[in-house]
């Protein structure tokens, strides 16, 4: 049986992926400081004798004492609401954490993944993104602290890989959306679904032309996996081009699925914001065989049907 480290295992995609990796077999040491991460999330596999918790800030150096086959480095404060209520925090995990992570790679001669993000291309002026994008990111900006930490982070990755031999994989991951997203994530798809479901306006932010493409949890935590399980070393984008929606069309689908009597309002835009967002996906079909299949609306009304919930019939 082989071993996986998942930093960040408590949170949204780190509880999945502990999941997908018990039910591949592997044993699994999720290592999580709660800070957005919860207990729910693992309550399930609390019983489970292939699955350990470890109570821990991966900004702190990470002590296991058996042997690692894989590090899932997933740890981050990755919502904009989170990243922006702790900016120093998200600069530590983002370096001191990644440094821990590889650290604890190369000693146990593991095979290393880190969750990068679509954030390292700013806000793209070349659309959809292909990994060859340098990107356009503004450093001293509100969203500069998680950007230019995950930019940081792959700079990191990619020097561990090259002068230390270490086995390394850099998943760039785009907006993804499903069950054990936090109520108050703060994020579009969480903050629209939670507020039809209260019967509250959705907010949505500046005119709403804004677009994201919108990965059911299912289908990234697949590609993480393949990625991992592959010999790719440099950035592989994961996420959905076929649902790249505008927010306002997002806020109008939340509502046909969960068939809320809720009424949409405009806010301001956030600082920064990025414009348009779109995965290029050719090398992640081409060197891992991986494609999403959740359709957006299915994707919504499992999520829905997750929290309790019936979604309008189809
Ligand atoms: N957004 C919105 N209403 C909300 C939350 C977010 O319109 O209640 C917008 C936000 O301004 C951005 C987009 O939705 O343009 C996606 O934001 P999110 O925080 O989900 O993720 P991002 O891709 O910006 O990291």
């Keep these: 049986m082989s071993t996986a ?3 960040g295992g408590a949170g949204f995609l780190g509880s999945h992926l502990c999941d997908y990796l018990l039910a591949h077999g592997h044993r699994v040491i999720c290592v999580d400081n709660l800070e957005t991460g919860s207990l729910e999330n693992i309550e399930h596999n609390r019983d489970e004798k292939a699955f350990t918790f470890m109570y821990q800030d991966v900004v702190e150096p990470i ?3 058996e042997s690692v086959d894989y590090v899932f480095h997933l740890a981050a404060l990755a919502s904009p609401v989170d990243y922006m209520r702790l900016p120093l925090h998200s600069l530590k995990v983002g370096s001191y954490g990644t440094h821990n992570a590889l650290g604890l790679a190369k000693w146990k001669r593991a095979r290393f993944l880190i969750s990068s993000t679509s954030e390292v291309y700013g806000d793209p002026q070349v659309h959809p993104q292909p990994e060859t994008y340098w990107g356009n990111v503004n450093p001293i900006g509100p969203r500069g602290v998680y950007d230019e930490a995950k930019r940081y982070a792959e700079a990191l990755t990619m020097a561990y890989h090259g002068q230390q031999g270490v086995n390394t994989a850099i998943a760039r991951i785009f907006n993804t959306y499903g069950p054990r997203m936090r ?5 579009a798809s969480s903050n629209f679904l939670q ?5 509250k306006p959705l907010t949505v932010y500046g005119d709403g032309s804004q677009t994201r493409s919108m990965c059911y949890v299912d289908d990234l935590i697949r ?3 393949a ?15 076929d649902h790249e929606v505008t927010m306002l069309e997002l806020a109008e689908t939340v509502i046909r699925v969960t068939g809320s009597q809720s009424e949409i309002i405009f806010e ?3 600082v920064d914001d990025p414009q348009q967002r779109r995965p290029d996906i050719t090398r992640a079909r081409q060197i891992l065989g991986w494609e999403p299949e959740v359709d957006l609306e299915e994707g919504l009304r499992r999520w829905l049907k997750a929290l309790g919930h019936e979604p309008v019939p189809v």
């Design 5 to 7: 480290v998942v930093t």
């Design 63 to 65: 002590w296991i004492d």
């Design 183 to 187: 109520k108050n994530d703060g994020r």
């Design 195 to 199: 507020q039809a479901i209260d019967g």
């Design 223 to 225: 590609g993480l996996y």
């Design 227 to 241: 990625l991992a399980t592959s010999d790719e070393h440099l950035p592989v984008n994961l996420g959905n081009p």
């Design 268 to 270: 301001a835009l956030p």
